[in-house]
């Protein structure tokens, strides 16, 4: 029932937003680009953060115009820096801090732009990016364990600002086209041609690139850290084809498919396996 009603939901958005476009086409573009950008979910209030967030030292970082929101379990030198997707918050590490703090490492997780109590409306990769340097500059990791969204921002981090300090990445389902991820949307919502060149347009003046040269798995070819990746062959939300492209155009790269872990990725055997690449 909760399928039908999304489908019918989503189709009904779309639907608007295709007529409207040929009505006022400035205020459709801008819904469109509203609903893509700006998450529904993933949002915390620091009165009600989850417990594991609680345990943890919690410190905003100010960067220009935004707060990025830190979380800090206090170990040894080694650190290690925590990157979530779409519509999550630092919180989704639960599972893995359990197999992380046993290794004595401190580890930094952060919420990524309008996510968790981070700030701002809007997500993109490169804002997220650009988050992801100031916290390694600031914080100084030696690894960086990302999953979803925050794998291609991660990548896309360490190839636009050259932070050589972080030696190891992980990537649990992570994409790499963002035309997909914009193709996606639009096949989600049903939306037609001119809603959909609007949101290629739109994504290459917000990122300075052309949709089309906006891979993750290119900008991977020149990254000179270890990594290890990791992608579920059952993967419905980023098909496990990403992670492939991903590993393939990588030097020095672990890759492993697992079944039966969807998106989420959560799993005891994984973390572990992890933990042993992070820390061999």
Not at 13 to 21: E, Q, R
Not at 259 to 272: C, T
């Amino acid at each position: 029932m909760k399928k039908i009603k999304y489908f019918l939901l989503t189709k009904s958005v779309g639907l608007y937003i295709n007529t409207l476009s040929f009505i006022q086409p400035d205020k459709a573009n801008s819904l469109a680009y509203k609903l893509f950008s700006e998450p529904r979910k993933g949002k915390l209030k620091k009165e009600e953060l989850p417990k594991v967030l609680q345990n943890a030292k919690s410190e905003a970082v100010q960067f220009k115009e935004h707060s990025i929101q830190t979380y800090i379990w206090e170990g040894n030198e080694n650190i290690i820096l925590l990157v979530h997707g779409w519509e999550s918050n630092a919180s989704r590490w639960k599972k893995l801090l359990h197999h992380l703090k046993k290794t004595g490492s401190t580890i930094i997780a952060l919420d990524a732009p309008a996510h968790g109590l981070s700030s701002d409306l809007e997500f993109n990769v490169p804002k997220y990016a650009s988050f992801i340097n100031f916290i390694c500059l600031k914080y100084n990791p030696k690894a960086i364990v990302s999953h979803s969204i925050g794998g291609a921002a991660s990548i896309f981090s360490l190839h636009n600002y050259s932070n050589t300090n972080v030696e190891k990445l992980v990537l649990l389902g992570a994409p790499s086209e963002m035309k997909i991820i914009v193709n996606n949307y639009v096949a989600m919502l049903s939306l037609n041609k001119k809603i959909a060149t609007f949101l290629e347009k739109q994504s290459e003046v917000k990122f300075d690139i052309k949709i089309d040269d906006f891979s993750a798995h290119l900008f991977s070819e020149n990254l000179t850290q270890k990594t290890f990746i990791a992608h579920d062959i059952l993967d419905q939300v980023v098909l496990v084809t990403e992670g492939r492209k991903i590993a393939k155009a990588m030097k020095n790269v672990t890759f492993i498919e697992t079944q039966g872990l969807g998106h989420s990725m959560h799993d005891n055997e994984l973390y572990q396996s992890i933990v042993d690449f992070l820390h061999k």
